[in-house]
């Protein structure tokens, strides 16, 4: 597509209940990182993935997410059981390869936990 | 522990003159900055960048500078225009882009005032 896709972009969702946000990249960037964003933050970097690999899960914040990409493509990161503290606003980006500046941001979800 | 410091949440410049935002970080390993800009509702959008070999880097009205010694950099904008007010957050990485992310300050929301 012309840009990185995500959805929803809303979502409010019942503490303790899981969630599940999609995002679709840049067709042939082939490196995909997720950021989220709470309220008065900066960016706090999750997960990135080259192809469908991601090399290192460390960056989630707990073991209540995970992620996974298919097809060298769409990515979907789910938060289980969540919390209040999960509510903010979810970013992904992707470039050609790990290039810094190649970076394109989606326009995010934004989750909210009541 | 933030690494990438924006200590200005906000900053109110008159149309027509400079703008200049500032960040300072903590990581001697940082190598490569770069500046992104983002609207409400939008995801960031990447404006300049610059590598730690070079201490000037301009691209039309921005500039950024840095100041590895002192472990800062800013960046001018000049003239200032309306289209200007957003969000602009400073990142910082070890590695161009790469597995680790990008670093984020908290931004700073510049507003330009006509």
């Known amino acids: 597509g012309a840009g990185v896709s995500q959805s929803p972009s809303n979502k409010v969702t019942e503490k303790g209940k899981d969630v599940e946000l999609r995002c679709d990249p840049i067709?042939?960037?082939?490196?995909l990182y997720w950021y989220r964003q709470s309220l008065g933050q900066g960016l706090e970097f999750l997960i990135y993935?080259?192809?469908?690999?991601?090399?290192?899960k460390s960056g989630l914040p707990s073991d209540r997410f995970s992620a996974e990409r298919t097809g060298g493509s769409v990515s979907t990161l789910t938060i289980q059981r969540t919390q209040q503290e999960d509510s903010a606003v979810y970013l992904c980006?992707?470039?050609?390869?790990?290039?810094?500046?190649?970076?394109?941001f989606g326009s995010g979800t934004r989750l909210t936990v009541v | 522990d933030q690494q990438v410091k924006q200590n200005s949440p906000s900053l109110s410049v008159q149309e027509g003159r400079i703008s200049i935002l500032n960040c300072d970080y903590t990581?001697?390993?940082?190598?490569?900055f770069l500046w992104y800009k983002k609207y409400p509702a939008e995801g960031p959008t990447f404006l300049i960048s610059?590598?730690?070999?070079?201490d000037k880097n301009e691209d039309g009205r921005f500039t950024v500078f840095l100041n590895k010694s002192a472990k800062h950099l800013s960046l001018h904008i000049v003239p200032s225009q309306p289209g200007d007010s957003a969000v602009y957050f400073c990142?910082?990485?070890?590695?161009?882009?790469?597995?680790?992310?990008?670093?984020f300050g908290k931004g700073t929301h510049l507003i330009i005032q006509p």
């Open positions: 990581n001697s390993m940082f190598d490569y």
């Open positions: 067709s042939g960037h082939t490196a």
């Open positions: 990142a910082a990485s070890a590695i161009r882009g790469g597995a680790d992310g990008l670093t």
């Open positions: 610059i590598s730690s070999i070079k």
């Open positions: 980006a992707s470039s050609l390869d790990q290039g810094g500046y190649g970076y394109t």
């Open positions: 993935f080259q192809g469908n690999s991601a090399p290192d």
